[in-house]
């Protein structure tokens, strides 16, 4: 029965194979699944999510390399620190099927005998890889799921290494090399992986994120590519909505949603930190969308079984659950089968390559933009840490600049003193006056003349050029402090006068003039907001300067918006708007 080929059978070909995976678990040891070549990880008590039990491991042909892939995958198993998906293990079998297919080719006897290997043969299998990866080259022995070749690419060049690298190097610790045989050489000779470099997923473009929200777009990709209204559209809005992960939202029980205190709920699994049953208000929109796809899915068990589900059967129900081999009702659609058909959905609107987990950083850039903290963001998204966080607010800094550029140029110490911090001459939006006084007060601290924006410094640290403030690009001036660089212009000024020699005075004059340069490029950025004749007013040797003009005359953020843009301001004095209340001071 074990050496049943199910495709003989095409009407119960499904039966077959769950028949079959039982009867392994049953006839089977592990030693007699490390004889047959393949491992069962319900031996082991693991079963990876939407991957079977058993792991075919004859793909590689030399039988101490695939022992020793075994031996490696049982302790992985066993330990306390086992993977949680599927990935490590499928990196280890792919290393160790490059390596066995190179050697067949390549060593003498293809690789079986390893008391024959040298260092040569590692060094070689190396170049291979690198030389695979560089032209695009397909790969020795991995498949894609359609049959194709693999394609070598860094990534896969880096799992190979590594996984290759530290199968020889256990044994060599575990002195299994030795009762091998295995040439020390040809161990130490597999390099390294060394360190990709990890790009961050980057926020939607606007124009993408209007093509993927746009009502048309939205019921092409729910007839053309859903025709069983399995709930794809649905899955895509929430993903959009809440920021949540593709996995969060494919794995949905059907009684996620709720209310409470007449807010609306969307409860769920964040398994990837394990953060069980956690809960997030959502938009009235949203919960009617869940309670329609409640509704679908209860009709469908009805159809099926012909009566309701049982309370105990309701609880274990997918919300959006597969359609075939799934007679509970409680296996959810697999990120497989949403990935592939999304990426249909981009390619025939033509937008490039992006993926659907975009979504995520797009709403905690959206997030940042309008107040939002670290801790916020990762409260809401569900992080274990603000580090991690922090991958997802890519555009802060660059939409502080945007802002900046309307008061602060850059100082004296910097490449192109004077230089606005920010081209663009467009008129202040709301979300950016807003942005104004939540980002300022968090990246940037006061200096002599001006702003440190030296990140370590405002966190607190110490500064590395030791106060040399009128000397780093990380200083930038404002407004307040147009007339005590005009002062000190006057100071060297009339230094330069007083000078034994022209020499001198030209030398004065020289190390003056970077700061001469922002000190003009600063005049002309008030200028242009019509704010020179207020800051010339302002002069901080006057106490009560402090308590005066610009330092005292509060400005609604809403109302300013209003005025970059042309409008009158409000009259009333009462806020009307959440963002009415937040004060900036000019």
Not at 108 to 134: I, K, M, S, T, W
Not at 507 to 531: M, N, S, W
Not at 562 to 584: I, K, M, N, S, V
Request: aromatic share 6%.
């Amino acid at each position: 029965m074990t050496d049943l080929d199910p495709s003989g059978f095409p009407r119960s070909q499904g039966m077959a194979t769950v028949m079959l995976r039982h009867l392994r678990q049953v006839y089977f040891t592990p030693a007699g699944s490390r004889e047959a070549g393949f491992i069962e990880t319900d031996h082991f008590g693991v079963r990876f999510t939407s991957r079977a039990s058993r792991i075919d491991l004859t793909g590689v042909s030399q039988r101490w390399l695939r022992d020793l892939l075994w031996d490696q995958l049982a302790d992985l198993m066993q330990s306390p620190r086992c993977p949680r998906t599927a990935v490590p293990v499928d990196n280890l079998r792919r290393a160790c099927t490059e390596l066995s297919a190179f050697l067949e080719i390549e060593a003498p006897g293809g690789g079986h005998d390893p008391a024959v290997l040298r260092a040569e043969h590692a060094q070689r299998f190396a170049a291979d890889q690198r030389r695979r990866e560089r032209d695009g080259l397909p790969s020795l022995a991995m498949k894609s799921l359609d049959g194709s070749p693999s394609a070598v690419t860094a990534n896969t060049r880096s799992w190979v290494f590594s996984g290759a690298r530290k199968l020889l190097r256990d044994a060599l610790d575990d002195g299994t090399a030795e009762r091998l045989r295995l040439d020390r050489r040809f161990i130490t000779a597999m390099p390294a992986a060394g360190t990709l470099p990890r790009r961050a997923r980057r926020p939607f473009p606007d124009q993408v994120a209007r093509a993927l929200a746009d009502e048309a777009n939205l019921a092409r990709l729910a007839s053309g590519f859903d025709p069983e209204d399995q709930g794809l559209r649905d899955i895509w809005e929430t993903i959009v909505t809440t920021g949540r992960r593709v996995s969060e939202v494919l794995t949905l029980r059907l009684d996620c949603i709720g209310r409470h205190g007449g807010l609306p709920m969307l409860w769920h699994d964040q398994t990837k930190v394990g953060n069980l049953d956690a809960a997030i208000r959502i938009p009235e929109r949203l919960h009617q969308v869940l309670a329609e796809r409640q509704r679908k899915t209860l009709d469908r068990h009805g159809a099926l079984h012909g009566r309701q589900p049982t309370s105990a059967e309701r609880a274990e129900l997918a919300l959006f659950p597969r359609r075939r081999r799934n007679p509970g009702g409680d296996r959810a659609m697999s990120y497989a089968w949403f990935s592939k058909v999304f990426r249909s959905w981009i390619g025939e609107l033509e937008l490039g390559h992006y993926v659907a987990h975009q979504a995520r950083h797009t709403l905690a850039t959206s997030l940042l933009r309008h107040g939002a903290t670290l801790t916020h963001i990762r409260r809401y998204l569900g992080h274990v840490s603000d580090r991690m966080a922090e991958h997802y607010v890519h555009l802060s800094q660059s939409d502080l600049e945007d802002v900046l550029h309307y008061v602060w140029v850059a100082g004296p110490g910097a490449a192109t003193p004077g230089e606005l911090l920010s081209g663009g001459p467009e008129p202040m939006t709301r979300e950016q006056a807003q942005a104004l006084a939540v980002d300022l007060s968090r990246r940037s601290t006061p200096a002599e003349g001006g702003f440190c924006t030296f990140q370590p410094v405002v966190s607190g640290g110490a500064c590395p050029r030791n106060l040399d403030c009128h000397n780093c690009g990380k200083f930038v001036m404002s407004g307040a402090d147009l007339l005590y660089w005009r002062r000190k212009r006057e100071q060297w000024n009339s230094i330069a006068e007083r000078a034994p020699d022209d020499a001198t005075a030209d030398y004065l004059h020289q190390v003056f003039e970077p700061t001469a340069r922002a000190i003009d490029g600063l005049e002309k950025a008030l200028a242009g907001l019509g704010l020179l004749d207020d800051a010339l007013a302002l002069d901080l040797r006057r106490p009560q300067d402090y308590f005066q003009r610009l330092w005292n005359t509060g400005f609604r953020a809403a109302d300013l918006a209003r005025a970059a843009d042309g409008e009158q301001g409000r009259p009333d004095d009462g806020p009307d708007e959440p963002g009415d209340e937040l004060e900036a001071t000019a």
